[in-house]
């Protein structure tokens, strides 16, 4: 796998101009409702890769080396757990990095997971050159592998806040050449939806879904980065899914568990929510037929940015926080 060339991020380029629809099946009829699974349930197997270079895994390393045994082991539970590859960087960058990546995950036989991120806080502002430059090296360094892709999170609520409706469709457009680019290139791709919480308009968001290219994508997630349980999510995704021909949805649960056994007071979309704690392990085995995963789709310890004096800034592994977010699940 890293031996491919890459000469292959040219041949992606040339593919920027073709959208190839890729949408699979939609999940099946209404089935008996099982429960989900519980907070410490064991997790089902996955298939995605567990990455030994992760942040949590290298810390666990240090703290072990300096004698911080006990904080090791809490640390365990994140290290030991399929945690998403988050490129950044230029398209260069980006295609190198993922390329090594995927080549790690392919020499363990485990499935790739990619959260692509890069309309930031504004897509209504994004520039759609530099945005199909940036696909086409993720693009790139995906090659040929299968590979699941969680799409921009966030991004199609903050497109439809978009007070230019020019400028919102022009990010719903860059959303949907992204689902069919990537579709293309043999990804999974889930098209997240935001936070929906209660009382988020559903339909809203579906006709911004809709609009995004939710079509052609294989899903849709919820609930990425926030703390909304996994009971909760599910219900509300159910809803939405009604309202996008049934597409089937993935569960964000990294920070939603509720803390030494209680519920927490905290905003299901807060920033570095600070009595969050590890929900629902990473398993296919959800028990919901319309539920296809849940995920750690947000790596817990990761700062969302510096939402308080003294937060490190979005994207930088935090190990303290994460020591919290481990004690606290009570696992």
């Not at 759609?128 to 090659?143: E, I, K, R």
Request: negative net charge.
């Amino acid at each position: 796998m890293r031996s491919r060339p890459r000469a292959a991020l040219v041949a992606v380029t040339a593919a920027l101009t073709v959208l190839v629809a890729g949408g699979c099946a939609a999940s099946t009829g209404p089935e008996p409702e099982p429960e989900l699974v519980s907070p410490g349930a064991t997790p089902g197997t996955t298939d995605f890769f567990v990455d030994p270079d992760s942040a949590a895994a290298a810390q666990v390393r240090e703290w072990s080396s300096a004698g911080r045994t006990a904080d090791a082991e809490q640390l365990r539970k994140i290290a030991e757990q399929p945690l998403p590859f988050r490129p950044v960087g230029d398209p260069d960058q980006i295609a190198g990095d993922v390329l090594e990546y995927v080549g790690r995950a392919s020499d363990a036989r485990k499935r790739p997971l990619l959260v692509a991120s890069a309309l930031a806080d504004d897509p209504c502002a994004a520039d759609p050159d530099v945005y199909h430059a940036w696909l086409a090296g993720l693009v790139g360094g995906l090659g040929d592998a299968s590979s699941t892709v969680v799409l921009e999170p966030g991004a199609v609520p903050r497109a439809l806040a978009c007070s230019d409706s020019a400028a919102r469709e022009r990010a719903y457009g860059l959303l949907s050449d992204a689902v069919a680019i990537l579709g293309s290139a043999g990804a999974t791709v889930y098209l997240d939806a935001g936070p929906v919480e209660p009382g988020t308009d559903l339909d809203g968001l579906a006709a911004g879904l809709r609009s995004s290219g939710i079509a052609d994508a294989h899903g849709f997630s919820v609930n990425v980065g926030g703390t909304q349980s996994t009971e909760e999510s599910t219900s509300v995704g159910s809803q939405l899914a009604d309202l996008v021909d049934g597409k089937p949805f993935v569960i964000d649960t990294s920070r939603n568990g509720p803390a030494d056994g209680s519920t927490t007071e905290e905003s299901a979309s807060a920033c570095n929510p600070q009595q969050s704690a590890l929900g629902n392990p990473p398993t296919t085995q959800t028990g919901d037929p319309r539920v296809e995963a849940l995920l750690w789709i947000t790596s817990p310890g990761v700062s969302d940015g510096p939402c308080r004096p003294g937060d490190p800034a979005e994207g930088e592994w935090w190990p303290e926080y994460a020591l919290g977010i481990a004690e606290r699940s009570g696992r």
